[in-house]
T-cell receptor, first 116, second 114 residues
Framework: AQTVTQSQPEMSVQEAETVTLSCTYDTSESDYYLFWYKQPPSRQMILVIRQEAYKQQNATENRFSVNFQKAAKSFSLKISDSQLGDAAMYFC?????????????FGTGTRLAVRP | NAGVTQTPKFRVLKTGQSMTLLCAQDMNHEYMYWYRQDPGMGLRLIHYSVGEGTTAKGEVPDGYNVSRLKKQNFLLGLESAAPSQTSVYFCASSPISGGTYEQYFGPGTRLTVT
């Protein structure tokens, strides 16, 4: 069974500053993958970034990057140069390659507010 | 390409009524999923399907049934709605393993059971 824990229900950041959202996970899979999804007020789930566990290099997508600590089972999301449009709910998710149907397990989410 | 679409977007039911939520995807994905989202609980998997004609239970399947008669459609049924089923329902799809494992989500259906 997989579990994903997001310990920060809410975070706030000043526009143009940097913020880090935390995520820890637990899995029995030896080969797995991790995601951050963004859910703005429109409710649409949008993929922000993905990381495959066998890759040591941290994933980066423009202003978004992750700090993947495999031994600690930690997968934090860093947002640089925060923009008003980054205000949203952020969900961390994990999935195992061998899991039937490639099912994902989601955390409870972190609501990010961006102050102008 | 419409991606993943859900019908309806909003619905209000009375306790005991039944309804079906329709999910359709035009990306030829093998896998499809139904989630519910409740405040403070993230997304929880209700049922999923790894191909046409096959379905399986997820984390919270009780009170729901599903069918996947066509590859592009995945139906979620509530036979006798209960207030505890008030939630936002999301459908998602993904290509078979070998890809990026990303799930593509529909816009969601807000269901209220009174």
């Amino acid at each position: 069974a997989q579990t994903v824990t997001q310990s920060q229900p809410e975070m706030s950041v000043q526009e143009a500053e940097t913020v880090t959202l935390s995520c820890t996970y637990d899995t029995s899979e030896s080969d797995y993958y991790l995601f951050w999804y963004k859910q703005p007020p429109s409710r649409q789930m949008i993929l922000v970034i993905r990381q495959e566990a066998y890759k040591q290099q941290n994933a980066t997508e423009n202003r978004f990057s992750v700090n993947f600590q495999k031994a600690a089972k930690s997968f934090s999301l860093k947002i640089s140069d925060s923009q008003l449009g980054d205000a949203a709910m952020y969900f961390c998710a994990s999935g195992g390659r061998k899991s039937s149907g490639d099912k994902l397990t989601f955390g409870t989410g972190t609501r990010l507010a961006v102050r102008p | 390409n419409a991606g993943v679409t859900q019908t309806p977007k909003f619905r209000v039911l009375k306790t005991g009524q039944s309804m079906t939520l329709l999910c359709a995807q035009d990306m030829n994905h093998e896998y499809m999923y139904w989630y519910r989202q409740d405040p403070g609980m993230g997304l929880r998997l209700i049922h999923y399907s790894v191909g046409e004609g096959t379905t399986a239970k997820g984390e919270v399947p009780d009170g729901y049934n599903v069918s996947r008669l066509k590859k592009q459609n995945f139906l979620l049924g509530l036979e006798s709605a209960a207030p505890s089923q008030t939630s936002v329902y999301f459908c998602a799809s993904s290509p078979i393993s070998g890809g990026t494992y990303e799930q593509y989500f529909g816009p969601g259906t807000r269901l209220t059971v009174t």
